[in-house]
């Protein structure tokens, strides 16, 4: 036999009348006539070629076939049953639930900190996983629910539900003390004087690239590295520069050791949005995690 010659109703039934070792009493559970029961039993008997049910003493007794199978159809019951009920219903403060994030490393240096802060608060036994995801495949991944949001400037990926967070732009960050920032201009000279500098760029992070490109300093391009979060020492151990968003710059400046100066670059706006799916739209856990990344980060 196959799966799919089963009915869900079927196994509901076998259930019920293991755990009440009677016919009449499982039918009521299920709100069915004792015939219609003793009709989908003859049904299931057949389906698995088993009695699965002896007369025994005002009642029945299952056969051994029917002891083996107790144990797995309770539990594929069981999961089936949690599954749907937690589609249904989501409580933040008893949620095991695992939210998966498509992330960049300096995207979980500006959003996670606030964010574990919170679901401690608001939800302790919730986790999370971050992951970067190729910008192609970040649609279909959120459709198929293999993650379950994507934070980021992502104006390639399109058939997504989506809402602005942070406006920002592309800053220059340097160390403190850089004779570069002494000096004051700005418009035209101040993009003409990048020519003056030497840089890092992050590979994963194109369109800090792209700029370069355009202002045509590719070859001012002194070391190229795979992740935002190395550059502060990087920058302030040395006289390379890079550009990264001015949001998260800010925060290495707080600290000190840093100077920021804000070129009118080609494309410097643009937007951190978070994405989901219009097929887990209307999912409560889904909802409560969006409204709590719109109320800790929405501008």
Do not use: C
């Not at 016919?23 to 070629?49: F, G, H, M, N």
């Not at 800053?171 to 000096?183: K, N, Q």
């Not at 001012?220 to 890079?242: C, G, K, N, Q, S």
């Amino acid at each position: 036999m196959h799966i799919k010659d089963i009915d869900l109703n079927l196994l509901r039934l076998f259930d019920a009348v293991y755990r009440t070792r009677n016919v009449s009493r499982a039918a009521e559970l299920l709100d069915l006539t004792q015939p219609a029961a003793s009709q989908a039993l003859t049904r299931l008997r057949l389906l698995i070629k088993d009695p699965l049910f002896v007369r025994a003493g005002g009642g029945v007794e299952p056969t051994p076939k029917a002891d083996r199978l107790a144990d797995a159809v309770r539990s594929a019951l069981g999961l089936l049953e949690e599954a749907l009920n937690e589609s249904a219903l989501f409580n933040p403060l008893d949620s095991r639930k695992v939210f998966r994030i498509h992330m960049s490393d300096i995207g979980e240096g500006r959003f996670l900190p606030d964010l574990m802060v919170a679901l401690r608060r608001e939800s302790p036994g919730v986790r999370l996983e971050t992951l970067p995801v190729p910008r192609s495949e970040i649609a279909q991944r959120l459709d198929s629910g293999r993650i379950d949001f994507a934070f980021g400037f992502l104006p390639t990926v399109k058939d997504t539900q989506r809402v602005e967070l942070i406006k920002d732009r592309y800053v220059v960050l340097l160390r403190a003390g850089h004779p570069f920032a002494a000096r004051k201009r700005s418009g035209s000279a101040l993009l003409k004087d990048l020519r003056q500098l030497e840089f890092v760029g992050v590979r994963t992070h194109s369109d800090t690239l792209r700029i370069l490109e355009m202002l045509q300093l590719q070859d001012r391009l002194r070391l190229t590295t795979e992740h935002f979060m190395v550059l502060p020492a990087i920058v302030r151990a040395t006289d390379l520069a890079v550009v990264m968003p001015r949001n998260i710059a800010r925060t290495f400046a707080t600290d000190g050791g840093y100077a920021l100066i804000e070129p009118p670059f080609p494309l410097r706006d643009f937007t951190v949005s978070l994405h989901w799916s219009r097929r887990f739209e209307s999912d409560p856990g889904n909802r409560w995690m969006r409204g709590l990344i719109e109320t800790l980060f929405r501008e």
